[in-house]
């Protein structure tokens, strides 16, 4: 019990913005030469693989409509972005149709601290969702935010308005850039850490941002949709 409060103290602490851990906007903007070169990659790398993706979409499609004839195949929900810009953000469907109604039914069943809901066996997810969601398959219509400019292929996962709700201000750091469809969390820990290890793992990415770096991630992404990591 002793180390669980010396715990919760030491994460109030280090989670209050102090000079030392507040990320400089400013610095961020300045870095103009990157972020015209990230956008311009990402718009033409999305649209790329969207042509050459129509195969693995149709397919996706038709197991899906299989699966639950009576639902859509595409998923969109109300994300936040940089600044705490909503945008509509799409997916593969993965879940049953009243998936959102029936979350309120589970949080307490939450397997992670903070602003995040995980479930490893979640009852909503169909049988096609596993396996879509197992390979990151059902994260492929998130390109079409890219091109939208909502989204970029790197960056922070996008949160839902309930998550930003729940934020320190600590925590809001994450969206001072561009969400991602993957980023240092998709491509490592994932979903063996909670809420709070993610956050560490964006402030690090913002930080250490840079072409080389989202290769790596990018390079990364690609060989965990071959051989997944912990997804669910």
Same mark, same amino acid.
């Given at each position: 019990?002793?180390?669980?409060?010396?715990?919760?103290?030491?994460?109030?602490?280090?989670?209050? +913005?102090?000079?030392?851990?507040?990320?400089?906007?400013?610095?961020?903007?300045?870095?103009?030469?990157?972020?015209?070169?990230?956008?311009?990659?990402?718009?033409?790398?999305?649209?790329?693989?969207?042509? +050459?993706?129509?195969?693995?979409?149709?397919?996706?499609?038709? +197991?899906?409509?299989?699966?639950?004839?009576?639902?859509?195949?595409?998923?969109?929900?109300?994300?936040?972005? /940089?600044?705490?810009?909503?945008? /509509?953000?799409?997916?593969?469907?993965?879940?049953?149709?009243?998936?959102?109604?029936?979350?309120?039914?589970?949080?307490?069943?939450?397997?992670?601290?903070?602003?995040?809901?995980?479930?490893?066996?979640?009852?909503?997810?169909?049988?096609?969702? /596993?396996?879509?969601?197992?390979?990151?398959?059902?994260?492929?219509?998130?390109?079409?935010? %890219?091109? /939208?400019?909502?989204?970029?292929? %790197?960056?922070?996962?996008?949160?839902?308005?309930?998550?930003?709700?729940?934020?320190?201000?600590?925590?809001?750091?994450?969206?001072?850039?561009?969400?991602?469809?993957?980023?240092?969390?998709?491509?490592?820990?994932?979903?063996?850490?909670?809420?709070?290890?993610? %956050?560490?793992?964006?402030?690090?990415?913002?930080?250490?941002?840079?072409?080389?770096?989202?290769?790596?991630?990018?390079?990364?992404?690609?060989?965990?949709?071959?051989?997944?990591?912990?997804?669910?």
């Amino acid at each position: 019990m002793q180390n669980e409060e010396h715990s919760r103290k030491d994460f109030r602490h280090y989670h209050s +913005l102090t000079n030392n851990n507040i990320i400089n906007k400013d610095q961020i903007e300045k870095r103009i030469f990157y972020h015209f070169f990230k956008k311009s990659f990402d718009e033409l790398l999305s649209v790329v693989a969207i042509i +050459l993706l129509i195969p693995v979409f149709i397919i996706i499609a038709i +197991l899906i409509k299989f699966d639950d004839p009576k639902g859509p195949i595409f998923y969109s929900q109300i994300r936040i972005g /940089k600044n705490g810009h909503p945008f /509509k953000m799409y997916k593969f469907r993965s879940m049953v149709v009243n998936a959102d109604k029936e979350l309120e039914k589970l949080l307490g069943q939450n397997e992670v601290e903070g602003a995040m809901f995980k479930m490893e066996s979640d009852p909503r997810v169909t049988r096609v969702g /596993k396996f879509i969601r197992k390979y990151s398959i059902d994260e492929l219509p998130q390109l079409i935010n %890219v091109i /939208k400019g909502d989204m970029s292929l %790197v960056g922070p996962r996008p949160p839902l308005r309930w998550e930003v709700k729940k934020y320190t201000e600590y925590d809001k750091q994450r969206l001072l850039v561009i969400p991602g469809c993957t980023g240092l969390w998709q491509v490592g820990e994932r979903n063996n850490v909670g809420f709070h290890e993610m %956050v560490e793992l964006d402030l690090k990415y913002i930080r250490k941002a840079g072409i080389l770096f989202d290769f790596y991630i990018l390079i990364k992404t690609i060989t965990i949709m071959i051989f997944p990591n912990n997804a669910y």
